[in-house]
Structure formats: C-alpha cells, structure tokens
T-cell receptor
Framework: DAGVIQSPRHEVTEMGQEVTLRCKPI?????LFWYRQTMMRGLELLIY????????DSGMPEDRFSAKMPNASFSTLKIQPSEPRDSAVYFC??????????FGPGTRLTVL | TQLLEQSPQFLSIQEGENLTVYCNSS?????LQWYRQEPGEGPVLLVT?????EVKKLKRLTFQFGDARKDSSLHITAAQPGDTGLYLC???????????FGPGTSLSVIP
C-alpha cells in the first residue's frame, strides 16, 4: 500500500486566496482525520470522518475552513479566504477501528 | 477536556547517554500511543499501551503506562543520532474516540 497520500506537499499563496488540500486515505480505512501542526499550538485535530460522514468538527478554527469526504478514497480541506495565521503543516491521517493511525507526509502551507 | 502534557519540551544529549521523557494528564485514557516525527514527515507510531502498569520494549526504547492510566514514560538507552526527532504522546478515552496529542518533546542526539 502507498500509505496516506497528500497533495500538494507545499503551497504558497497570498492572503485572501482559496486553498484546497487533498488527501487519499489508505484503502480499507474508515476513519479519516485532518490535523494542523504549528510550533505554537502543536498538533491539533481539526475534523474527523467515519465512513465519509463528519463526526467531530469542533477543532475547525472558523467558518473559513471546510472539509468534505465525497467518497471513501478522497477528502479535501478548504480554506477560503486564507489568512497568514493559517500558515502551518496540515496532516491527513487514516485508520480502521482496531488499527493504528497512519499519517500522510503533510502539506506545508504558507499564506503571504 | 483531555489535556496531555509532555516534559521536557527540549532535550539535547550526547550519543550513548540515556534519557527519559514523560507524558502526563489528569484524565484516564483507555490507550496511549507514542509517535516519533522527523523533520518534513508525518508522525510515525512507535507503540500503543493499553493496560495500567504495562511495559513495552522496542529495541533500546522502553515504554511504560502508569498504573492509573493517566501518565506514561519513554526511556531510551544509549541514544543514537538516529533517535533525533519529535516524540509525541497521544491518548484516547475509548477505541472510538479521537486521539489527542501532547505538545511533544524535541530530542537532539549529538554524535
């Protein structure tokens, strides 16, 4: 298995632009998680899905952030409009109920 | 609200030394995990502990889960430069629950 795949690996954008991050979970995993990591706040859970359904989005910072999982093999995290304080590394992770959680390589987002 | 604390925040040691890092909480966890994260990569799971008092060994790494399942420690014997990285503990209250991460201990092993 290729593991969790994220794209792009790096994204540089200007304030106010829309940013879309993509994730392909490991096949057969029915949980998908989006995290954000910064030096100040560490690794924060933003939202997670079970069987494509959002279960807990209490970590989503504000309405500018949205996440979708249209099918079992694809999820997106969208920021619109982006702000400099959104600069961070965004990780996607997946797992099955009794398995461990596997992280993708992350997307490093810089908002200028 | 679950809250995990880790200490020390930063640790720099010479190759061959031993070290222990700690993960503490006021909450009880059904399981606790330790991850290592290298620069530019995602965290990678090292071990999961589920039973109070449990001790697990992974080569030179020894993990212990506290009797009350509120704390854990990671001991590294004869540290190597390859052990350098960010060590994260993470806990969940149930198997169905989200995993909450601690802030991490950044370890640097100097050759």
């Amino acid at each position: 298995d290729a593991g969790v795949i994220q794209s792009p690996r790096h994204e540089v954008t200007e304030m106010g632009q829309e940013v879309t991050l993509r994730c392909k979970p490991i096949s057969g995993h029915d949980y998908l998680f989006w995290y954000r990591q910064t030096m100040m706040r560490g690794l924060e859970l933003l939202i997670y899905f079970n069987n494509n359904v959002p279960i807990d989005d209490s970590g989503m910072p504000e309405d500018r952030f949205s996440a979708k999982m249209p099918n079992a093999s694809f999820s997106t995290l969208k920021i619109q409009p982006s702000e400099p304080r959104d600069s961070a590394v965004y990780f996607c992770a997946s797992r099955s109920l009794w398995d461990t959680q596997y992280f993708g390589p992350g997307t490093r987002l810089t908002v200028l | 609200t679950q809250l995990l604390e880790q200490s020390p925040q930063f640790l720099s040691i010479q190759e061959g030394e031993n070290l222990t890092v700690y993960c503490n909480s006021s909450s009880v966890f059904s399981s606790l995990q330790w991850y290592r994260q290298e620069p530019g990569e995602g965290p990678v799971l090292l071990v999961t502990v589920v039973t109070g008092g449990e001790v697990k060994k992974l080569k030179r790494l020894t993990f212990q889960f506290g009797d009350a399942r509120k704390d854990s420690s990671l001991h590294i014997t004869a540290a190597q430069p390859g052990d350098t990285g960010l060590y994260l503990c993470a806990g969940a209250q149930t198997s169905y629950d989200k995993v909450i991460f601690g802030p991490g201990t950044s370890l640097s092993v100097i050759p």
